[in-house]
């Protein structure tokens, strides 16, 4: 009776998404290996995953997944775990003055759900008011590309990358807006295809009313090449 009460406990945490961190739960080991020694282990486990489930993997076409899903997890879709691979959030004094708002919309979103390890995919907008200091606009990708190259709760994900721009830019006032759809919610369980989630995160004076509303009516707008 007490296994069935744990699973289902953990069964509703994963269906309904609940994060229990705003910092992505790592343990202090975590990089005491090197990524070559984290592949070799990973392709281990890929391969009793397999081997599990009945496939053959003397087939020629199955015979190499183990190794390139050892690679994609560490070298790419779980990347943004590794803090060597953050970008470098460079900085400049806003010289010409520019003191509205600056919107970056329509940023890719290739995620992956920590619950179930299926892709998240969608669009980031985010939004600052300069106090002074500016930042590159491809560093806003990729920082939205960092935070979301690791197992993630969307929610957790808006928070991360609002903090982290609110740090390299000296301000609160910054904004993000995720619309992303959720396969573990398309493809699985409930399996509805239409739906996403929209997550928000407003700083600073992106909390007065009628600065929020000036970037939610920004990132509405059709871009030139739409």
Request: hydrophobic fraction near 40%; charged fraction near 25%.
């Amino acid at each position: 009776m007490k296994i069935d009460k744990a699973l289902e406990a953990i069964e509703a945490l994963g269906d309904n998404h609940v994060a229990t961190s705003a910092d992505t739960p790592l343990r202090e080991d975590a990089f005491a290996m090197s990524n070559e020694e984290k592949i070799a282990l990973i392709q281990k486990d890929v391969e009793h995953i397999m081997e599990t489930l009945g496939l053959d993997l003397t087939d020629d076409s199955l015979s190499g997944t183990p190794m390139r899903v050892a690679k994609m997890f560490v070298k790419e879709i779980f990347s943004g775990l590794d803090p060597a691979n953050k970008p470098k959030a460079s900085t400049f004094d806003n010289k010409y003055k520019y003191g509205e708002m600056l919107v970056e919309k329509n940023i890719t979103v290739y995620s992956t759900c920590e619950h179930h390890l299926l892709p998240i995919v969608g669009r980031a907008h985010i939004g600052y008011i300069s106090n002074g200091t500016v930042v590159g606009l491809s560093k806003m990708n990729r920082i939205v590309d960092y935070y979301a190259k690791r197992p993630q709760v969307q929610e957790r994900m808006t928070m991360q990358i609002v903090q982290e721009l609110q740090t390299a830019l000296g301000t609160k006032d910054v904004a993000c807006v995720i619309d992303a759809k959720h396969l573990c919610v398309n493809s699985r369980g409930i399996r509805d295809i239409e739906s996403s989630t929209v997550t928000s995160e407003f700083g600073g004076k992106f909390k007065e009313e009628a600065v929020r509303r000036e970037f939610l009516d920004y990132i509405k707008l059709d871009t030139a090449f739409h």
